[in-house]
């Protein structure tokens, strides 16, 4: 893939570098795991802290979350500032969630969406 669109709003990147994907697992909209050469590169969840994902998160847990239609979540802390006083935050968030609002999946097929 040209490297032309790096620095580009609006035009498809490419996040693996080169590198073929392998697997991937996309539960919802920016909630997605990509495999690659047999390891882990790409976690991304939205609304959950990106250090949250990478260090409690594994691609396996993507997978179960969509084959078991389960919910995880997981304890995260923040530093928030609320009427010119900081304080530390501990908030437990649904990290994984196989629910999409914007596709339904078939659940004979498990592959086939429906919007």
């Not at 995880?72 to 304080?87: G, K, P």
């Not at 994984?96 to 999946?105: E, G, M, N, T, V």
Request: proline share 4%; aromatic share 6%.
């Amino acid at each position: 893939m040209p490297r032309v669109n790096k620095k580009i709003v609006g035009i498809m990147k490419d996040e693996c570098s080169g590198e073929p994907m392998t697997e991937f697992v996309g539960l919802r909209s920016k909630m997605y795991s990509v495999r690659l050469n047999g390891e882990d590169k790409l976690k991304r969840g939205k609304g959950v802290k990106y250090g949250v994902v990478q260090r409690t998160i594994q691609f396996d847990n993507y997978k179960l979350c969509l084959d078991e239609n389960s919910v995880a979540s997981r304890v995260q802390r923040t530093i928030v500032s609320r009427e010119h006083r900081v304080y530390t935050i501990q908030q437990c968030k649904v990290t994984l969630s196989p629910f999409d609002d914007k596709q339904y999946l078939i659940p004979e097929s498990k592959v086939e969406t429906l919007p």
